[in-house]
């Protein structure tokens, strides 16, 4: 790394998460170079990232933008879609990445592995983030709520720090299998069941209740089969906790005609369940009817 006052980061997919937090990196004095389509990067280079946020305020900072790596960084942020993740790792050479830190903030846990055999040379950390935001247009991010909670595994310590001086509520945390399975075992009962229904997450605790509750106990089944500690009862409590018009960004881009995460966030539960003899009879239902659905 270089000085602990000012990393090299780069931030690929700056659509809403991406957008968000290397905005708030950028403010904080850390130099942000985003890595986008060629359109994208040169509006940022141009005119920055604008932020309306709920928690930060309103502001404009700026960026480099960028369609490709071209230069030695000391992290690397992945912050695309699942489904876009391949195709987006052509703007990441491993030759120039070289030795960098990279931290995939994406939902599922297959990823891991695939990062860490395109870069061997790279130092693979897991990390995960909650928090609501869009990219309502290209530079432009929405921030709602004040959740914004990074969580990362051991070896990105600069990055946690960094983040957290620039506003984040962040916290490292040992266990990688752990912190990816926590987040999965929430997001895949909520993703999949409002995805399924077409419907924010009220309606669906009102009228699919025992499937949503079905699935919190299968996928929490895996979690510990992966070697999670997950507690369903707790995963239940949480779901019932929050606000009715919640809605997954599965259901979102379900909704919108676009590709849906169901491969990395459903698909990943199933395989894990099979590896490990687990039955998980909803889920396996709900994420083959998802599958099923004309693309």
Not at 64 to 85: H, I, Q, Y
Not at 133 to 157: K, N, Y
Not at 179 to 196: G, H, N, V
């Amino acid at each position: 790394m270089t000085s602990a006052e000012q990393l090299r980061i780069a931030v690929l997919g700056p659509g809403g998460v991406g957008g968000l937090l290397a905005a708030l990196l950028a403010r904080s004095g850390q130099a942000v170079t985003c890595l986008a389509r060629p359109d994208t990067a040169a509006h940022l280079d141009r005119a920055g990232l604008s932020v309306t946020s709920d928690r930060f305020g309103e502001f404009t900072t700026p960026v480099r933008g960028a369609d490709a790596l071209d230069e030695p960084v000391d992290v690397l942020l992945v912050t695309t879609k699942a489904t876009s993740l391949d195709a987006a790792l052509d703007r990441v050479p491993a030759d120039v990445l070289g030795a960098a830190v990279v931290v995939p903030l994406l939902n599922g846990v297959e990823h891991m592995a695939a990062l860490r055999e395109r870069y061997p040379a790279a130092r693979v950390v897991a990390g995960t983030i909650r928090v609501a935001a869009s990219r309502p247009a290209p530079g432009a991010v929405r921030h709602e709520g004040a959740l914004c909670a990074v969580e990362l595994a051991p070896g990105a310590e600069p990055l946690a720090d960094a983040l957290a001086a620039a506003g984040a509520d962040v916290a490292v945390r040992p266990d990688e299998v752990g912190l990816l399975w926590d987040k999965l075992a929430f997001l895949a009962p909520m993703a999949l069941l409002t995805t399924q229904a077409g419907a924010p997450l009220g309606p669906v605790r009102d009228e699919r209740g025992e499937d949503l509750a079905a699935v919190i106990e299968e996928v929490a089944a895996v979690a510990r089969a992966e070697g999670a500690a997950a507690d369903a009862a707790a995963t239940r409590e949480f779901a019932w906790s929050l606000p009715d018009g919640m809605r997954s960004s599965m259901q979102r881009d379900a909704e919108a005609g676009n590709p849906t995460e169901v491969e990395a966030i459903g698909g990943a539960v199933l395989r894990a369940a099979d590896r490990h003899g687990v039955d998980v009879p909803v889920t396996r239902r709900i994420v083959e009817e998802l599958r099923a659905r004309p693309a």
